[in-house]
């Protein structure tokens, strides 16, 4: 089944870029996605991509695509301490379930 | 449009004890979910459901059991509580039968066994 992998924790300085790193198994994925997590609170959607693009820019958000190497990344420029959470990739199986990387938890540091 | 609403919020429970908690989606989503998260593990899918009357174990299933009677809602139950079930607890659905396949979050339970 489907496996997805993020690092567990990235600390940056206020102003540098974040860059969160995913990998996944299974290629059937329509869309691949990145979801937010702030202290207390369930997880919303970010940002997403199709699986036919290789990037997609959302203001400061750049998610990167290589369906060969089956990575995704999510880029955030500028980064400010209200980007302090904890991140997850998301992929698809076969019958649409998701499912879920163990997140990534982005220190900004002033 | 509520989304996803669980029920309760917080409970604290004594080891032995049983309870369940609720999760009802406004969405028409075929798929729902229960996940534990717990400091530094990440999400942990419980049991799941791809439609009403379905139920399916997912990584962590053990002390648990759930319940879709209803497409909108999706039931976990805890028999015989432990403290190892001490965990926040989300509900999260998916899926509207058309290829969108967003996943919508519910706010939360936290749960203390003592």
Not at chain 2, 70 to 79: R, T
Request: glycine content about 10%.
């Amino acid at each position: 089944g489907e496996d997805v992998e993020q690092s567990l924790f990235l600390s940056v300085r206020e102003g540098d870029s974040s860059v969160i790193n995913c990998t996944y198994t299974d290629s059937s994925s329509t869309y691949l996605y990145w979801y937010k997590q702030e202290p207390g609170a369930g997880l919303q959607l970010l940002t997403y991509i199709f699986s036919n693009m290789d990037m997609k820019q959302d203001q400061r958000l750049t998610v990167l695509l290589n369906k060969k190497d089956k990575h995704l990344s999510l880029r955030i420029a500028d980064t400010q301490t209200g980007d302090s959470a904890i991140y997850f990739c998301a992929g698809e199986d076969s019958s649409y379930k998701l499912i879920f990387g163990s997140g990534t938890r982005l220190l900004v540091r002033p | 449009n509520a989304g996803v609403t669980q029920t309760p919020k917080f409970r604290v429970l004594k080891t032995g004890q049983s309870m369940t908690l609720l999760c009802a989606q406004d969405m028409n989503h075929e798929y729902m979910y229960w996940y534990r998260q717990d400091p530094g593990m990440g999400l942990r899918l419980i049991h799941y459901s791809v439609g009403e009357g379905t139920t399916a174990k997912g990584e962590v299933p053990d002390g648990y059991n759930v319940s879709r009677l209803k497409k909108q809602n999706f039931l976990l139950g805890l028999e015989s509580a432990a403290p190892s079930q001490t965990s926040v607890y989300f509900c999260a659905s998916s899926y509207d039968g058309t290829g969108n396949t967003e996943a919508f979050f519910g706010q939360g339970t936290r749960l203390t066994v003592v």
